[in-house]
């Protein structure tokens, strides 16, 4: 019998699959909250069960603001996945995080505006402390990990995450530089609230594609760059995700495993059924 993946793998913009998975099944899984992005592809990796979803839909199909964020992270916590790497393409803020480079961020910005962001609702409340966004310890592994391969790659950052589709305009790059933001993106929010709020440990491999725009000596971004700098890096994502694989400790000693424990505030008698019955997954072991 098959273990199950207590790794998975979210993959952004340019990485739609994951190449050297070995024995894989794929799960069309439907949550309380919908279906999620693509199927989950399961498979060996590294001698590990890891999980895959393409956090687009296969094919680029998805927008950011489109993307079922909570069906996607519900469908990761049923199949049993403790620990997210998110891939994420990224713009940079900042002149030493060069495009091509690599940032594992610490902290997060939530600048948009139309998304679902909370499991919690209908009458359960929970209020999840996010002081620090990422999971610091799997940070630390993903950052050792990345840095064992020949990448030039940075250890904390700020990610501002705006709307999207569309890129910033100029007047808006400045203004997130000036409030101290290194990378902006459209996805990881959110992504790591939910992540969060599932239990799981979340990290960031961030990939720097270009300037954004406020860079004067630089081309705008554009599609056709995100995507360049993205096909050049897939094989330092999969020698990195290879590394986190080896080195990953069976056990969690961060406090992410339990991070519900002292988020939740409704009266368990107050909770009406069908919420209850909706997040039973997620709430059950704290409410009974």
Request: glycine residues 6%; contains cysteine; negative net charge.
């Amino acid at each position: 019998m098959r273990s199950h993946p207590t790794l998975a793998v979210i993959g952004g913009s340019g990485l739609y699959e994951m190449s050297g998975l070995e024995d894989a099944q794929e799960f069309a899984i439907d949550t309380p909250f919908g279906k999620p992005s693509s199927p989950v592809i399961v498979g060996t990796f590294a001698e590990k069960r890891v999980a895959f979803l393409a956090r687009h839909g296969i094919g680029h199909t998805i927008s950011p603001s489109e993307i079922n964020f909570r069906a996607n992270i519900y469908a990761l916590k049923s199949l049993g996945v403790e620990r997210v790497i998110s891939i994420s393409a990224v713009g940079s803020l900042r002149e030493d995080y060069a495009p091509q480079d690599i940032v594992i961020p610490d902290q997060l910005f939530d600048f948009t505006k139309e998304r679902k962001k909370t499991f919690f609702e209908n009458g359960l409340v929970a209020h999840i402390s996010l002081a620090d966004p990422f999971c610091l310890d799997f940070s630390n592994i993903l950052f050792e990990s990345v840095s064992d391969t020949a990448a030039v790659v940075h250890n904390g950052g700020s990610t501002i995450i705006i709307e999207g589709p569309r890129f910033s305009t100029r007047a808006e790059s400045n203004v997130f530089r000036s409030w101290g933001m290194s990378l902006i993106g459209m996805t990881t929010a959110p992504e790591a609230f939910l992540a969060r709020e599932a239990e799981m440990c979340y990290a960031v491999m961030a990939h720097v594609t270009d300037y954004d725009v406020w860079h004067i000596s630089e081309e705008p971004v554009t599609v056709e760059m995100v995507l360049e700098i993205l096909n050049e890096n897939t094989k330092i994502a999969q020698e990195a995700i290879t590394n986190v694989a080896n080195d990953l400790p069976a056990e969690r000693d961060c406090g992410c495993a339990h991070a519900l424990a002292d988020a939740l505030i409704t009266n368990p008698g107050m909770v009406p059924p069908e919420t209850r019955a909706k997040l039973s997954f997620l709430v059950d072991k704290y409410l009974e």
